[in-house]
């Protein structure tokens, strides 16, 4: 089965055709035989943009050759739009994820480049499309890749518009090298935000949540949720401790990229009312003066790599508060011997003393993509941590 048809290209700009795209056989089809994907070529916007449209067209209504030689049509299984936005490696990472959902989040997929050598009117496209068998009935998905030129910004929201699919959601995401007034191009249009501030500076995120006007999720929040979830659970079995803690202490491991201590204590000062004097300090809704200490993890044994991550972690929070008048300690630290588990101990009056081991889970970032995508709830305090977390990012020690 082909992964799509072959047709002419259009002229670049420099009159010679662009390069080639790749094409690929879905799942179910090995062996199947493969015509080449429709080549890059660049050219004027409207042109290029009706002419990924028609060939698109052409190929969901030209049907598929059966089993039995007899004609196919094609299904499509459209269940969003997603937009990746960044530099070439970048967006063809985040793609794979996204073709690694196909059996239960299909539909069409743009990456989009920029590329300042190529004229503001004209833009390079090509367009790929990956098909597996059900029971016989071929169910495709497409993909369209898009380098625009200088003053992308201006375009890439209409363009994107005219080649989406209608009635589903519109799903952006933005990597880290996506240029600042793209993103905020796409931000603008879409149906829900995805981006990853273990990546992006904190200035930059609060940036994008303040100009989607959808909902916004963010891969590193997810990957924390448990983190969250253990602190949350210290306060159930001592209800009303929150109100009285004096001290916090983050151990994180070090790094030049963003601290993951920002979005965590964004999030407590979020939703305790707390306010960032500095870095090191904050007030609570009472007035009392509350201390934040930050600390590098231990590196990993010599040798280690087996729990690797590829952005910084957090690896401890401790917590001093008090609790029927007594000092109550709360700790979940990461194990020494198990990186992927932490242990969570109250310590303090009798009533609430308690410790146990919790497996923290680990995911791949498919699986963290299916979550951005899946996510219904929760998105202000998302949103409310991400702003808190860059005021106290831009505060002096």
Request: aromatic residues 6%; charged residues 20%; contains cysteine.
């Amino acid at each position: 089965m082909s992964a799509s048809p072959s047709s002419p290209s259009s002229s670049g700009s420099s009159g010679s055709s662009g390069s080639s795209g790749s094409s690929a056989s879905g799942p179910g089809a090995p062996g199947a035989p493969r015509k080449p994907a429709p080549p890059r070529s660049t050219g004027p916007i409207a042109k290029e943009v009706a002419r990924v449209e028609s060939e698109l067209n052409t190929f969901w209504s030209t049907p598929d050759e059966g089993k039995d030689g007899q004609p196919v049509a094609k299904t499509r299984a459209s269940t969003m739009t997603y937009v990746a936005v960044g530099t070439a490696d970048e967006v063809a990472h985040l793609e794979s994820q996204a073709e690694a959902l196909e059996a239960t989040h299909a539909g069409r997929s743009f990456l989009i480049t920029v590329d300042p050598s190529i004229p503001p009117a004209e833009i390079e496209a090509s367009w790929t499309a990956t098909c597996r068998r059900d029971g016989g009935v071929p169910i495709c998905r497409d993909r369209v890749t898009l380098c625009f030129g200088a003053g992308a910004h201006e375009r890439v929201a209409s363009v994107v518009r005219a080649l989406a699919l209608a009635d589903v959601p519109l799903f952006v995401e933005a990597a880290p090298g996506a240029p600042p007034d793209v993103a905020e191009a796409l931000v603008a249009i879409c149906d829900r935000l995805i981006l990853d501030s273990a990546e992006l500076p904190t200035a930059r995120v609060a940036e994008l949540v303040q100009a989607s006007r959808g909902p916004v999720a963010d891969r590193a929040y997810i990957r924390t949720h448990s983190w969250r979830d253990l602190v949350a659970r210290f306060f159930d079995q001592a209800p009303g401790a929150h109100r009285f803690i004096r001290r916090v202490e983050i151990a994180r491991t070090p790094g030049d990229g963003p601290d993951p201590a920002a979005l965590f204590l964004g999030w407590l000062a979020s939703r305790l009312g707390w306010t960032f004097t500095t870095r090191t300090q904050a007030t609570d809704a009472a007035g009392a003066t509350i201390e934040i200490a930050l600390t590098d993890a231990p590196p990993p044994p010599e040798g280690d790599t087996g729990d690797a991550d590829p952005f910084r972690r957090l690896d401890a929070v401790r917590i001093q508060t008090t609790f029927e008048d007594k000092a109550l300690s709360l700790t979940c630290a990461r194990l020494d011997d198990a990186p992927t588990s932490v242990r969570w101990t109250l310590r303090g009056p009798r009533t609430c003393a308690s410790e146990h081991v919790h497996p923290l889970g680990r995911r791949d970032e498919t699986w963290v993509l299916m979550k951005a995508i899946n996510a219904t709830e929760g998105d202000q305090v998302l949103r409310d941590a991400s702003l808190a977390a860059a005021t106290w990012s831009a505060l002096s020690a």
